[in-house]
């Protein structure tokens, strides 16, 4: 039968591990925190590029109202010819990482 010393050891030992336990989760959602936050930078980063050359390339899209940008984008890429080419794109991006993979 345990004596009490021991089961207040083992009480300590269980403690001790809880909180271990708890200091390895707690880095661990910082860990993921972090990836997300960024994640985020590089979408935010990406956005603000894009929007930019947009911009560049078509300097009266500034007087659109957002919903007017938008409208005005959508109809754009429901063109036929529009797709293709954006298709044509990305099947030469997705080539050119095949190659540069192998």
């Known amino acids: 039968m345990p004596t009490t010393e021991k089961l207040k050891q083992e009480i300590a030992d269980a403690e001790k591990k809880l909180a271990q336990e708890r ?3 707690q880095r661990l959602q910082n860990r993921k925190s972090y990836y997300e936050k960024g994640d985020r930078k590089k979408r935010a980063h990406r956005l603000i590029t894009r929007g930019a050359a947009v911009e560049s390339i078509a300097p009266l ?3 659109l109202s957002e919903t007017e940008f938008y409208a005005f984008t959508e109809k754009i890429f429901a063109l036929p010819e529009v797709r293709a080419l954006l ?4 099947n030469a991006h997705n080539e050119a ?3 540069g993979k192998g």
Request: hydrophobic share 45%.
């Open 23 to 25: 200091s390895r989760l």
């Open 61 to 63: 899209a500034k007087a």
């Open 87 to 90: 298709m044509e794109a990305v």
């Open 97 to 99: 990482s095949q190659k």
